[in-house]
T-cell receptor, first 114, second 117 residues
Framework: DAGITQSPRHKVTETGTPVTLRCHQTENHRYMYWYRQDPGHGLRLIHYSYGVKDTDKGEVSDGYSVSRSKTEDFLLTLESATSSQTSVYFC?????????????FGPGTRLTVL | AQKVTQAQTEISVVEKEDVTLDCVYETRDTTYYLFWYKQPPSGELVFLIRRNSFDEQNEISGRYSWNFQKSTSSFNFTITASQVVDSAVYFCALSDSGSSNTGKLIFGQGTTLQVKP
């Protein structure tokens, strides 16, 4: 199994509070991704990173920011959490190229915003 | 724009029945990858298969088989002799593989498969 961990695994917070989710990898993969999973929508890309300090927006980036100061860590921040951000968040990593864009996913973080 | 459609929201079968999960995709890219992932009740995402757009050969892995048809933009997944352990949510996904490849995955909505004993 690819070495990907997410923390915390579960979090309950209140509307308006800042929240940071962490993704940590031990595979030294260049690409990292944050997705959210909601019923009826599958998984949707929030932000992704193609290297240290190199990030770009995904399909549902409003209300989220990311940072990647080290290869192994990719942080997702909700500056001011809203109830619409209640979701399960998955981090993924990929090396592209030889493995044909295969992505390995972390265990997920269940976030509830009250 | 890229899009993946899994029209079957939920499927329920009895153990040992065969079941096919449909996936239709849209893309303007000439090169791309298609994927299937399984999400069991425990919640993790398990990679099942990757198919390159250049390779239209069908693939079989044990009780699992995949039918890729570019002419109909479909990448269907069949489970033969289903088992209770196959109960899960199954996702079809698409990514580009051209010069601007970023590996971003576009997922379908998912199909929930329930296999009853």
């Amino acid at each position: 199994d690819a070495g990907i961990t997410q923390s915390p695994r579960h979090k309950v917070t209140e509307t308006g509070t800042p929240v940071t989710l962490r993704c940590h990898q031990t595979e030294n993969h260049r690409y990292m991704y944050w997705y959210r999973q909601d019923p009826g929508h599958g998984l949707r890309l929030i932000h992704y990173s193609y290297g240290v300090k190199d990030t770009d927006k995904g399909e549902v980036s409003d209300g989220y920011s990311v940072s990647r100061s080290k290869t192994e860590d990719f942080l997702l921040t909700l500056e001011s959490a809203t109830s619409s951000q209640t979701s399960v968040y998955f981090c993924a990593i990929s090396e592209l190229g030889g493995r044909g864009n295969e992505q390995f996913f972390g265990p997920g973080t269940r976030l509830t915003v009250l | 724009a890229q899009k993946v459609t899994q029209a079957q929201t939920e499927i329920s079968v009895v153990e040992k029945e065969d079941v096919t999960l449909d996936c239709v995709y849209e893309t303007r890219d000439t090169t791309y990858y298609l994927f299937w992932y399984k999400q069991p009740p425990s919640g993790e995402l398990v990679f099942l298969i990757r198919r390159n757009s250049f390779d239209e050969q069908n693939e079989i892995s044990g009780r699992y088989s995949w039918n890729f048809q570019k002419s109909t933009s479909s990448f269907n997944f069949t489970i033969t002799a289903s088992q209770v352990v196959d109960s899960a949510v199954y996702f079809c996904a698409l990514s580009d593989s051209g010069s601007s490849n970023t590996g971003k995955l576009i997922f379908g909505q998912g199909t929930t498969l329930q296999v009853k004993p």
